[in-house]
Each structure stands twice: as structure tokens, then as C-alpha cells.
């Protein structure tokens, strides 16, 4: 088989642009910030539960379920006056 230097050549030409690393790493800030309060999330919800259920307390998994949402909106609050 016969070797075709022109299409090599042609391939070597179009190199990807260069990696945004500032883009990069906000991407994988917002990410680890996601991780960080759907974790924390989770704990807030497992504990309601365990008040709901175990310690029949419906009170306190009221009050933990309520503070999820009031807390997320006084964190985009917060998030958008540093900005």
C-alpha cells in the first residue's frame, strides 16, 4: 500500500485550540461546590427523617426539612452579592 504524506500533514495543521485553564477551573469549582452541598443536603434530609420517623419528632423534621430550601435561596443570596 502506498504511504499518503499529503493527509498526514493536512492532520498535523489542525491542532485543537489551546485548553481554557480559568474556564476549567470554574467548572470544577462550581462542581465541587455541588458536590460539597448535595452532600450536606443529604445529611439534612437523612436526619428529618430519622426525626420524622425514630424519635417522633415532627417538629424538628419540619424545621430540617424547612431550612433546605430558606437556606438555599439565602446562599444564592449571599453568592450574588460577592460577585
Known amino acids: ?3 499518503k504524506p499529503a493527509a498526514k500533514a493536512a492532520a498535523v495543521e489542525e491542532l485543537p ?3 481554557d ?3 476549567h ?3 470544577y469549582e462550581g462542581f465541587m461546590q455541588m458536590v460539597k452541598w448535595g452532600i450536606i443536603s443529604a445529611i439534612v434530609i437523612v436526619l428529618a ?3 420524622f420517623i ?4 415532627p417538629l424538628i423534621g419540619g424545621l430540617l426539612l ?3 430550601p430558606v ?3 439565602v446562599l444564592m443570596v449571599t453568592n450574588t452579592r460577592r460577585s
Open 54 to 57: 425514630e424519635a417522633h419528632q
Open 17 to 19: 485550540p489551546a485548553m
Open 49 to 51: 427523617l430519622y426525626a
Open 25 to 27: 477551573n470554574a467548572t
Open 21 to 23: 485553564y480559568a474556564q
Open 71 to 73: 437556606g438555599a435561596v
Open 1 to 3: 500500500m502506498a504511504k
Open 66 to 68: 424547612l431550612l433546605l
